[in-house]
């Protein structure tokens, strides 16, 4: 079974700043991936960055960028230049296993950017 | 490129009622996954499709069932709605590759069920 764990309910940041969302998986799966989503209050789940386990460099995708640490299984989403848009919950998931689609998902981090 | 797309966005229901939620996938995708997400909490994975059959489901009884057409659009329909089933539900589209960022999910904006 695989199993996230999301342990800040909710974060505050300045504009401008960066900020980082904590993320720690379970797994016993050897091949894995690591997905970091985005959902407004609209409720569309937004895709931002995707880090496979057997990856040698960490994921960037613009302002985002995953830290991933494979020995403490932690798989941490830095945005950049924080913006007033990037107020949403913020979600980590996985999927793994051969053949396996399903992702798992965490509870969330309420990210709220201040002006 | 077409994005997924879901209807109704907003469902009333009472309990015991029926419900049918509709996906369409994003061009070029063939696989289909639904997920419920309660208020608060993380989406839960229902079940996915894979050429009009199901291919992995979550832990949801069997009221829950889908379908998948031959244009890789999806259903998911509910029987005997309870209180609990009141949650967001959410499609998510894939291409069927072995590996990778590949195996990414693009999710539509979902329908808000309620069941009073």
């Known amino acids: 079974a695989q199993k996230i764990t999301q342990t800040q309910p909710g974060m505050f940041v300045q504009e401008k700043e960066a900020v980082t969302l904590d993320c720690t998986y379970d797994?016993?799966?050897?091949?894995?991936?690591l997905f970091w989503y985005k959902q407004p209050s609209s409720g569309e789940m937004i895709f931002l960055i995707y880090?496979?386990?057997?990856?040698?460099q960490n994921a960037t995708e613009g302002r985002y960028s995953l830290n991933f640490q494979k020995a403490r299984k932690s798989a941490n989403l830095v945005i950049s230049a924080s913006q007033l848009g990037d107020s949403a919950m913020y979600f980590c998931?996985?999927?793994?296993?051969?053949?396996?689609?399903?992702?798992?998902f965490g509870k969330g981090t309420k990210l709220s950017v201040i002006p | 490129e077409t994005g997924v797309t879901q209807s109704p966005t907003h469902l009333i229901k009472t309990r015991g009622q029926q419900v049918t939620l509709r996906c369409s996938s994003q061009s070029g995708h063939n696989t289909v996954s639904w997920y419920q997400q309660a208020l608060g909490q993380g989406p839960q994975f229902i079940f996915q499709?894979?050429?009009?059959?199901?291919?992995g489901r979550g832990n949801f009884p069997p009221r829950f069932s889908g379908l998948q057409f031959p244009n890789y659009s999806s259903e998911l329909n509910v029987n005997a709605l309870e209180l609990d089933d009141s949650a967001l539900y959410l499609c998510?589209?894939?291409?069927?590759?072995?590996?990778?960022?590949?195996?990414?999910?693009?999710f539509g904006p979902g329908t808000r069920l309620l069941v009073l």
């Open positions: 797994t016993s799966d050897p091949s894995y991936g």
């Open positions: 998510a589209s894939s291409l069927r590759v072995a590996s990778g960022r590949g195996k990414t999910q693009y």
């Open positions: 998931a996985m999927n793994g296993g051969a053949g396996s689609y399903q992702l798992t």
């Open positions: 499709y894979y050429r009009e059959e199901e291919n």
């Open positions: 880090q496979g386990s057997y990856d040698q």
